[in-house]
């Protein structure tokens, strides 16, 4: 497989620890318990853009597994290093104009209530539980973004790999057979550690307003942590 899929992995969770670690790093280490409105609106956007990039590059990369699979005597004519830097800035715009809307309305938004967050990082649905308008519509929107993309991009994910295991499955040689599921092994694994961290957070935000406290900042930390822990080891 292209050695560039790696790489965006690589950048979008060196991404994630940049964006999070001054702040979380500056509750934990120094007991620096504040930060200024407008810095607080940009991790906001930067985290949740590199959320669907990470899930854009995890599409990018099922489609990298498809051709290398079903179709690898054309591999290097379709997956040119020209068309997956094309395709990395195309994951990369789709994510920065989707959350660019969402992230400006909390700029307009009057804040009366506590301004406590629930965790040492700045969340759209944390922000916007501290406005006090109706924030109904702001709500579900984030939860409509991970529909739209998110859930869209693995479903699609899952159908690239129902298409990859007939292939696999129609290989004569058990020994090739092992090969080809192999490659993919590591990919499924992100995967898994991936959507089933992001979605969670997502709804618990949305729906979860009894969950106690201590599943919220869980979640979150274990989302923002677990994968970038786990990579390095799921691709040694």
Same mark, same amino acid.
């Given at each position: 497989?292209?050695?560039? *899929? ?29 930060? #200024? ?7 906001? +956007?930067?985290? =949740? ?13 099922? @489609? #990298?597994?498809? /051709? ?8 290097? *004519? ?9 395709? %990395?800035? %195309?994951v990369l715009t789709r994510a920065s104009l989707s959350i660019m809307p969402i992230t400006i309305h909390l700029h307009w938004f009057p804040y009366c209530r506590s301004h406590v967050l629930s965790h040492a990082f700045c969340l759209h649905q944390d922000i916007t539980k501290l406005s006090c308008v109706d924030i109904t519509f702001n709500h579900l929107n984030p939860v ?13 994910? *899952?159908? &690239? ?9 129609? /290989? ?15 990919? /499924? ?5 991936? @959507?089933?961290?992001?979605? %969670? ?6 729906? %979860?307003? =009894? ?8 979640? &979150? @930390? /274990? ?11 799921? +691709?040694?």
């Amino acid at each position: 497989t292209n050695p560039c *899929s790696t790489c965006y992995v690589a950048s979008t969770d060196l991404g994630v620890t940049l964006t999070t670690m001054p702040t979380v790093l500056g509750v934990l280490w120094l007991n620096h318990r504040e930060i #200024d409105h407008r810095a607080c609106f940009s991790q906001a +956007y930067f985290i =949740h853009t590199l959320s669907i990039v990470e899930s854009g590059v995890l599409l990018a990369m099922a @489609y #990298d597994h498809f /051709i290398a699979i079903c179709n690898p005597l054309r591999y290097t *004519s379709i997956l040119t290093d020209t068309r997956v830097m094309k395709i %990395g800035m %195309g994951v990369l715009t789709r994510a920065s104009l989707s959350i660019m809307p969402i992230t400006i309305h909390l700029h307009w938004f009057p804040y009366c209530r506590s301004h406590v967050l629930s965790h040492a990082f700045c969340l759209h649905q944390d922000i916007t539980k501290l406005s006090c308008v109706d924030i109904t519509f702001n709500h579900l929107n984030p939860v409509v973004v991970v529909f739209a993309m998110v859930l869209l991009n693995f479903f699609i994910i *899952s159908f &690239s790999y129902i298409l990859i295991l007939k292939t696999v499955m129609r /290989i004569a040689s058990g020994e090739d057979r092992t090969k080809a599921l192999n490659t993919c092994v590591s990919h /499924i694994c992100y995967i898994l550690v991936f @959507y089933v961290t992001v979605v %969670g957070l997502t709804f618990i935000h949305g729906f %979860g307003k =009894h969950a106690r406290h201590v599943v919220h900042v869980m979640l &979150s @930390y /274990i989302y923002f942590l677990f994968p970038p822990l786990m990579n390095p080891i799921v +691709y040694r």
